[in-house]
């Protein structure tokens, strides 16, 4: 097994990671920002370094302060947990460079499936079902143009290097197109840098489902059940439901059969989800993407399960191979997540930055409560705006952005707004 862990991650994934590491008997480093020098994290931390000053480019995004770090403090391996860095490749492959084990899948299976135009033609290849759309990346409104009177409307524009609901925008006729395309190739730049965008029929009335996968160096892979997680804002999932009750033993075992296809197509290795749509029939489904990390649902797998998934990923870093197979996976009990967010429902769901004053958690057999809060922690400011590629104070005064860019930083508002 690895013997000390960094850390990449802040709040409760960070403290998951860690507890995990504890109970596999891995030391591990933790990593904050200056902004989060009083996180709960930190102060469970056995070690931690300061990374850099409270905007998230500057820190967690930091390649090279989190290698240092790694280094510096003797690390043989480092999580990314989720967001940040986490479905990097660059990232990825600088670890292996500097001798450090990256906890997630190589840089090349990254590459394969965090391109959602050229994971569309992988898994199409593989025989996995995608929904009608461009043949790879679109690169002007025409092109766009072309490929919607193919498929028909309504159809949904992309990014390629999309994920958290970022970059995607409906059109519901050839007038929408222009300024749809313009708007997510900017969104898509300010969050991910990437402005590269494909787009594909939109299903209406689909349910989002999830397979959770994992896969060892060895080439084994299994999947461990699927997740509902069609309840959503603003393209964000806001609970999630395990086992989905819409789909039939049939139509689960099709579509794991799927998703260890699609896994095995990019040469996957350690935890990760191949997402689907399910059309309103509840008889289609089709690949969506395939996030290359742990999500933040994965606790109700684990529910049902019975399987760490984590301590599944560190395992699978540390070059075992999986101790379970396909047969040895059940499904007992049904599982929900909510996630709770600080935001102020009364003024659109915007950012509430603040100090906790009193916290009190739900508890009792079955219940689970993941979370980096306590009774008088602050919220600071600078963690504020929902966009990925940054962390500074909320957008206030000015222009006022479009409802889903509500509570995005200053910096960020412009960046998309041109």
């Known amino acids: 097994m690895l013997k000390r862990v960094l850390i990449a991650n802040r709040g409760e994934i960070a403290l998951r990671v860690r507890r995990a590491c504890r109970e596999a008997g891995i030391e591990t480093v933790s990593v904050y920002s200056q902004a989060d020098a009083e996180a709960l994290h930190v102060q469970l931390a056995t070690r931690s370094v300061c990374i850099g000053p409270p905007r998230a480019a500057d820190s967690y995004l930091n390649p090279q302060a989190l290698l240092s770090a790694a280094i510096a403090t003797g690390c043989d391996g480092l999580h990314p947990g989720y967001g940040f860095l986490s479905e990097n490749p660059e990232f990825a492959d600088a670890c292996a460079e500097n001798g450090i084990t990256f906890i997630g899948p190589s840089g090349d299976a990254i590459r394969k499936a965090g391109s959602k135009s050229a994971a569309r033609d992988l898994m199409r290849a593989a ?3 995608v929904t009608p759309g461009s043949d790879g990346p679109i690169s002007s409104v025409e092109d766009a143009l072309a490929v919607a009177e193919t498929v ?3 159809v949904l524009l992309k990014a390629s290097a999309g994920g958290g609901g970022r970059g995607i925008r409906r059109c519901d006729s050839a007038k929408d197109l222009p300024d749809a395309y313009a708007a997510a190739k900017a969104e898509a730049n300010a969050c991910f840098g990437n402005d590269e965008m494909y787009l594909e029929k939109l299903v209406l009335e689909p349910r989002h489902i999830e397979f959770q996968i994992l896969a060892d160096r060895q080439g084994h892979v299994i999947h461990l059940g699927d997740r509902d997680c069609s309840i959503q804002r603003r393209n964000q999932k806001l609970i999630e439901e395990a086992p989905a ?9 099709e579509m794991g059969r799927a998703a260890v296809k699609a896994a095995q197509a990019v040469h996957y290795e350690g935890a990760g989800t191949v997402e689907f749509l399910l059309d309103s029939d509840g008889q289609h489904f089709y690949f969506m993407e395939m996030n290359t990390r742990i999500q933040v649902e994965h606790g109700i797998t684990e529910m049902i399960t019975g399987v760490d998934l984590v301590r599944q990923q560190l395992r699978i870093a540390s070059g075992l191979p999986l101790d379970l197979t396909q047969e040895d996976v059940t499904l007992t009990g049904h599982a929900i997540e909510c996630r709770i967010n600080a935001e102020d429902p009364t003024a659109n769901f915007r950012p509430c930055p603040g100090k906790v004053e009193f916290l009190h958690f739900p508890g009792g057999p079955g219940v689970r409560v993941d979370s980096a809060l306590y009774n008088g922690c602050t919220l600071p400011p600078t963690r504020s705006c929902p966009m990925s590629c940054c962390s500074t104070p909320p957008l206030s005064g000015g222009a006022a952005p ?7 930083c200053r910096s960020c508002w412009n960046s998309a707004a041109g």
Request: glycine content about 14%; some cysteine; charged content about 20%.
């Open 127 to 129: 025989g996995v079902p």
């Open 152 to 154: 028909g409307y309504p």
């Open 245 to 253: 009750r819409c789909l039939t033993p049939e139509l689960r075992e």
């Open 402 to 408: 479009p409802p889903f860019w509500t509570g995005a």
